[in-house]
């Protein structure tokens, strides 16, 4: 985990040097711990953080600014004023009468597009408004970008390989996931340079190897993808309707829509799962923030000594006592000023009041994103798997259970973004020959059935709703 760097409000940054030192440090470790020698790895799968990105130099390598993460919120004014903007009110008309004319889908995300300052879109063009290097460089085409995949693909192959593949390029916002280019309409909207970006490959591809140098001897790199498509492939959803359900840092829904690609509506968007040969799969997503990060500050401010305390501290009390936790240490797609709050506090109120209030703020709120999926997504759901470090809470598994209404499996390895993208550089080197081989080595460990009605929960949910509402545009 690289620790992030806050150089201003709002500002959320990696260290490039930090965060390359890291990643060869982990493997290295991981290599050694396993009891292997580096000569014994036959590929190497890398599945990274989305949306978080740099540019470089094309011709020295460096870099014009540290990592600027998908948390940054430097933006937050350029997307306000986007989305308040007579430009984009006239976008909107435009795509929703073409939409209504041809009925092709890829004319109705348009129609109701919003910015964000999650997308990388709108941190890209500030990067070429404020770094100035940066846009004289991209003049004159020495400008590379690059999520983390691309960075650490151009170090371990020592600049001669600049590449991504179409899980990350799809979740950057600015890669067209219908017609499977950089969308050159956006970033003529944007100011951003076409020059800048790197090539696409497939997830499961030889994208070269890396340098002798760095590990002793050359390992081919077999696999990139991007974390939450690599967890998808990981919990093997292969088929349309699996539904994946990540809770780490943050929170992420996704639905296997197989071939067909749902155009983004309110809280979903369409992304490219994985690309395997002539292989294509579609997901839709739903994601929510501050699932792990408002866990962690839990425990930093020392409401807790260890996370496995959570369960026993939120199951000892029978409910918050009306206490509801409003998440908002990190960015909201429709408000980026919104935050965290407890609400309903009372000098009864203890600890463990106070650690069920933010699980239950977990479980709530996926109850939210599975509505909107069961409403929006025209295929009938399948398995439900969850996955994550927050996935080992049973108390968040059980109610999530109870107010969706479905069983849900808990793999074995709660860290599915490390396993898929084994899979994916497996299946590439031809150590597995098929799909069906990994389904084998699924490993279920608990499998939470609804055990209570929502009705139940109604009273809470609904306080809780009321808790949302009160917090907003603070």
Known sequence: QVESLYPRPGWVELDPEVLWSQFVGVIKEAVQAAGLHMRQIAGLGISTQRATFITWHKRTGKPFHNFISWQDLRSAELVNSWNKSLLLKVIHVIFTVLHFLTGNDRYLAPSFLTFSTQQTSMKLSWVFKNIYEAEEAAKKNNCCFGTVDTWLLYRLTKGSVYATDYSNASATGVFEPFTKCWNPTLCYLLSIPMSIYPPVKDTSFNFGSADSEIFGVSIPIMAVVADQQSAMFGECCFH???????????????????????????????????????????????????????????????????????????????????????????????????????????????????????????????????????????????????????????????????????????????????????????????????????????????????????????????????????????
Not at 358 to 371: G, H, T
């Open 240 to 474: 349309p309707g699996d539904v994946k359900l990540t809770m780490g840092t943050g929170g992420f829904w996704n639905v296997n829509t197989g071939e067909h690609l749902f155009a983004s509506q309110g809280s979903l968007y369409p992304l490219i799962g994985w690309k395997i040969g002539e292989e294509v799969v579609y997901l839709t997503e739903g994601c929510m923030s501050d699932i792990g990060t408002a866990i962690k500050w839990a425990q930093d401010i020392n409401l807790f000594t260890n996370v496995d305390e959570t369960e026993r501290m939120a199951r000892s009390i029978v409910d918050s006592q009306g206490v509801c936790f409003v998440p908002g240490f990190q960015v909201s797609v429709n408000d980026p000023y919104l935050s965290a709050s407890f609400m309903g506090l009372k000098p009864s109120t203890t600890r463990n009041h106070l650690v069920r209030a933010i699980l239950e703020s977990v479980a709530f709120r996926n109850k939210q994103l599975y509505d909107i999926i069961v409403k929006k997504v025209r295929i009938p759901l399948q398995t439900i798997r969850a996955d994550g470090g927050v996935s080992n809470n049973s108390f968040v598994m059980q109610m999530t259970s109870d107010l969706i209404n479905k069983q849900i499996e808990k793999p074995a390895n709660a860290d599915m973004s490390s396993l898929g993208a084994a899979f994916l550089a497996g299946l590439a080197s031809g150590f597995w020959t098929d799909k069906e081989q990994l389904k084998k080595l699924r490993r279920i460990e608990a499998v939470f059935e609804p055990q209570k009605d929502l009705e139940e929960y109604k009273p809470a949910m609904d306080t809780w709703l009321q808790a949302m509402k009160c917090s907003l545009h603070w």
